[in-house]
């Protein structure tokens, strides 16, 4: 694990966590003080979030690839230039990962894999969007849960899309 000088963050880099290759990817915002200390995505609050969610589908996290769009803790939010600069570094990562599904979650990471959507998350939430190569699926971050637990619902009704859009992605991907 290294120290980020090239962006406006300077923070510890945090590391993806998954199998690679890897069918889902689940791509989030920025790492926490959490991830920070422990060097590995979505260790803190909105990971076990995240880790609970994904246990209602029958997911375990030894299972996916989980990444964040950029790669070290920002102070407060991720600067746009901090996103800027990370996205070359997520775009070679999944693309050695080979995810026929990208679970987005939350607005940053939106703005960093689908930039010309002109959506925010919470109007293009739970839309599969497919860009020629594969599908994504724009979620709420888990934190918002945290932050606004009458999301609660919501939330958990657009994970079970999960493995539907999962299987429309290992169709869509054996017709290329």
């Known amino acids: 694990m290294g120290s980020c000088q090239d962006c406006p963050n ?30 590995k995505p979505f260790v803190g609050p909105a990971g076990i ?12 996290r030894k299972e996916v690839y989980i990444t964040n769009s950029v790669k070290c803790l920002p102070n ?3 600067h746009p230039e901090a996103i800027e600069r990370c996205r070359p570094m997520l775009q070679a990562e999944l693309d050695a990962v080979k995810p026929i599904l990208i679970v ?5 990471a939106l703005q960093s ?9 919470s109007a293009i939430r739970g839309r ?20 606004n637990p009458g999301l609660a619902k ?10 539907g859009a999962l299987a429309k992605a290992v169709v869509m991907s054996k017709r290329r």
């Open 104 to 108: 987005v979650l939350g607005g940053v």
């Open 128 to 147: 599969i969007i497919w860009d020629g190569r594969r599908l994504y699926l724009p979620l709420l971050h888990p934190a918002a849960v945290l932050h």
């Open 10 to 39: 300077k923070g510890i880099l945090v590391p993806p966590d998954g199998p690679v290759p890897c069918p889902l990817a689940f791509v989030g915002e920025a790492p926490g003080h959490h991830e920070a200390r422990q060097g």
């Open 49 to 60: 979030k995240l880790m609970s969610l994904m246990a209602d589908i029958g997911l375990e």
């Open 113 to 121: 894999l689908l930039p010309n959507t002109g959506k925010t998350i």
């Open 154 to 163: 919501e939330m958990k009704a657009d994970f079970i899309r999960i493995p």
């Open 76 to 78: 407060p939010t991720p």
